[in-house]
């Protein structure tokens, strides 16, 4: 699936060289309030984040979250991907973005080219999103994607999700 561009970005494999990135997006504020305060303080936390997370799913599914970057200036702004989840039937849309880079489209082009290659390149059908209730933003370019609001669920930590599903 990757490497690949949009018109502004690039979508990559991460490696453990992004752990510095990694260490930076996961500390958001944003971050944690909207998705989950992963426990990650150090770069050794965020090594071990990139080889439980998205390492091991690029070994066990072909797919799971990728580095997106500026491709004008290489600088690394956020990340997308299908991710399969025990909770979840089908394969779900993640992303997220440093918050000096939301509010430019930026998660909605990455996000789009990523279901598009997921459903040529392993005929996914259905794919589904969680997100924060009150993360409006998030909601936002669910719809533009496609997607529809289902229901709300507890998945994790109790913690109430908008759960969105999107067809083929």
């Known amino acids: 699936m990757c490497p690949f561009e949009t018109e502004r970005l690039r979508v990559d494999y991460f ?8 260490l930076e ?11 989950a305060d992963k426990g990650v303080r150090d770069v050794a936390g965020a090594e071990a984040y990139l080889r439980d997370g998205p390492l091991a799913s690029y070994a066990k599914h072909g797919h799971g979250l990728y580095k997106v970057t500026l491709k004008h200036s290489g600088e690394p702004i ?3 991907g299908l991710i399969r989840r ?3 039937e089908d394969p779900d849309l993640g992303y997220a ?3 000096r880079h939301h509010g430019q489209g930026y998660a909605s082009e990455s996000c789009a080219a990523v279901l598009d290659r997921g459903r040529r390149q392993w005929n996914i059908g259905r794919i589904v999103a969680i997100t924060a209730p009150q993360n409006t933003g998030s909601i936002r370019v669910l719809e533009k ?5 289902e ?16 067809d083929p």
């Open 86 to 88: 025990d909770v979840l």
């Open 25 to 35: 997006l996961l500390n958001e504020p944003d971050f944690i309030q909207n998705i």
């Open 78 to 80: 956020g990340m997308c």
């Open 151 to 166: 229901s709300e669920r507890r998945l994790f930590e109790d913690r109430p999700s908008s759960y969105f599903i999107c």
């Open 97 to 99: 973005f440093l918050k």
């Open 15 to 22: 490696t453990l060289d992004d752990a510095n990135f990694i």
């Open 145 to 149: 994607l496609g997607f529809r609001y």
